[in-house]
């Protein structure tokens, strides 16, 4: 097992470079950047652009020519009557002088030491943004990951049992319809309904926690947490236990019509038996295996609609807000950790397949 848990250590490596060098090809390609984002903003608004850039007060908010100097076609749209060396300055400030490959070498090299230096327009530390955004993205991707299979395993062993009985049509029947109402439209719902809209005024409309949190009990600051997340995490369950039932109920189908499981029967053990004894753990490994994959879904992309609707300063909305925004080292840092985050926890998935099933060998297996 040692052996096997160093190579998909090592393998990790290649996998996250691929990713980031993928993306940071995409980058170079992409309309935009933060250079063109200071120069729209000096067309309308130059002083406080270039303060914010230069610190203010320099020599280079003086220098930047905006009477018509600069002589020679620039390639960023907007640069036109700027002085050249406004935009070299802005190149570097940036780092946007270096070729490339030199850039993407030097993001690589500062990531392995976790150094994903500082927003471009924020004025903070990359690290520190996503830890403080981390908080929101674990409380709704862990929550609802558990609520989901908390629903989900016992609902798809139910209906497994009943399979064709009139339980296993009306909930299969009211999980295909669950599963094709829009989470966010869900959300909008509940706050209308819940939250101050037209009708009661039940749950807190925006945040993690109240203002006056730091003075509550132990107990208050629970309540007062799972308070404001009984909204989003309503709208995001709606949808997310679909997927897993059904492939827990089919899975059970597929074991119990196998041979062994009528052995058992035959030696007379008794259904439950049957069930939690032997059909059980083989039924299990193919929900083990979609876990990762629901896990950094809840916990990323699937709750950046619902973290823009209540609020929720999560590291989704970081994540799209950076894009839009092209800042950059915020993109790639959480694209780092997103990505080392899935790798990890897909490995934990798989070493957790010899708990479930020890005739598992991954010794014997090339990666």
Same mark, same amino acid.
């Given at each position: 097992?040692?052996?096997?848990?160093?190579?998909?250590?090592l393998?990790?490596i290649?996998t996250?470079?691929?990713?980031?060098?993928?993306?940071f090809?995409?980058i170079q390609?992409?309309? $935009?950047?933060?250079?063109?984002?200071?120069l729209?903003?000096?067309?309308g608004?130059?002083g406080?652009? @270039?303060?914010?850039?230069t610190?203010g007060?320099?020599?280079l908010g003086?220098? %930047?020519g905006l009477?018509g100097? $600069?002589?020679e076609?620039?390639k960023?749209r907007?640069?036109?009557g700027?002085?050249p060396?406004?935009?070299a300055k802005?190149?570097k400030?940036? $780092?946007?002088?270096k070729?490339?490959?030199e850039?993407?070498?030097? !993001?690589?090299?500062?990531?392995?030491?976790?150094?994903f230096?500082? &927003?471009y327009?924020?004025?903070v530390a990359?690290?520190d943004?996503i830890?403080?955004k981390?908080?929101v &993205?674990?409380?709704?991707g862990l929550?609802?990951t558990?609520?989901?299979?908390?629903?989900? /395993?016992?609902?798809? /062993?139910?209906?497994?049992?009943?399979?064709g009985s009139?339980?296993?049509?009306?909930?299969s029947g009211?999980i295909?319809?669950a599963?094709?109402?829009?989470g966010?439209?869900?959300?909008?719902?509940? !706050?209308v309904?819940?939250a101050g809209g037209?009708?009661?005024? /039940?749950?807190?409309l925006r945040?993690?926690?109240?203002?006056?949190?730091d003075?509550? &009990?132990?107990?208050g600051k629970? @309540?007062d947490?799972?308070?404001?997340?009984?909204?989003?995490l309503?709208a995001?369950?709606?949808?997310?236990?679909?997927t897993?039932?059904?492939l827990t109920k089919?899975?059970?189908l597929d074991e119990i019509?196998?041979?062994y499981v %009528?052995t058992?029967?035959?030696? $007379?053990?008794?259904e439950?038996?049957?069930?939690?004894?032997?059909v059980?753990?083989?039924?299990?490994?193919i929900?083990?295996?979609g876990?990762?994959?629901?896990f /950094?879904?809840?916990?990323?992309?699937?709750?950046l609609?619902?973290?823009?609707i209540?609020?929720l300063?999560g590291?989704?909305?970081?994540?799209?807000?950076s894009?839009?925004?092209r800042?950059?080292?915020?993109?790639f840092?959480?694209?780092?950790?997103?990505?080392?985050?899935g790798?990890?926890?897909t490995l934990?998935?798989?070493?957790t397949?010899?708990l479930i099933?020890?005739?598992?060998?991954?010794? &014997?297996?090339?990666?």
């Amino acid at each position: 097992m040692g052996a096997y848990i160093l190579r998909r250590l090592l393998l990790m490596i290649p996998t996250i470079l691929g990713i980031l060098a993928i993306s940071f090809a995409v980058i170079q390609f992409a309309p $935009g950047g933060p250079v063109e984002r200071v120069l729209a903003e000096l067309s309308g608004q130059a002083g406080s652009a @270039t303060d914010r850039i230069t610190g203010g007060g320099d020599s280079l908010g003086q220098d %930047q020519g905006l009477d018509g100097g $600069g002589g020679e076609a620039s390639k960023y749209r907007g640069a036109q009557g700027l002085d050249p060396e406004f935009i070299a300055k802005l190149e570097k400030q940036f $780092g946007f002088d270096k070729p490339p490959l030199e850039r993407f070498g030097l !993001m690589v090299w500062n990531f392995v030491r976790f150094d994903f230096g500082e &927003s471009y327009f924020r004025d903070v530390a990359v690290i520190d943004l996503i830890i403080e955004k981390l908080p929101v &993205s674990i409380s709704l991707g862990l929550w609802i990951t558990l609520i989901s299979y908390g629903i989900s /395993i016992p609902l798809g /062993i139910k209906k497994a049992v009943s399979d064709g009985s009139t339980f296993d049509i009306w909930t299969s029947g009211v999980i295909i319809i669950a599963y094709a109402i829009p989470g966010f439209l869900f959300a909008i719902l509940l !706050m209308v309904l819940f939250a101050g809209g037209s009708f009661y005024d /039940i749950f807190p409309l925006r945040g993690l926690t109240s203002e006056n949190f730091d003075d509550l &009990s132990i107990f208050g600051k629970i @309540t007062d947490y799972f308070w404001h997340l009984a909204l989003p995490l309503t709208a995001m369950a709606l949808a997310a236990f679909a997927t897993t039932t059904l492939l827990t109920k089919n899975s059970f189908l597929d074991e119990i019509r196998k041979q062994y499981v %009528q052995t058992a029967r035959a030696k $007379g053990l008794t259904e439950r038996q049957v069930l939690y004894g032997h059909v059980f753990r083989n039924a299990m490994l193919i929900i083990i295996a979609g876990f990762p994959a629901a896990f /950094i879904s809840s916990f990323f992309t699937g709750s950046l609609l619902i973290e823009t609707i209540f609020a929720l300063d999560g590291l989704g909305l970081l994540g799209f807000e950076s894009i839009i925004g092209r800042d950059y080292p915020v993109v790639f840092g959480n694209l780092f950790i997103m990505s080392l985050l899935g790798l990890v926890v897909t490995l934990i998935s798989d070493l957790t397949y010899t708990l479930i099933d020890p005739r598992i060998d991954f010794e &014997s297996r090339e990666v």
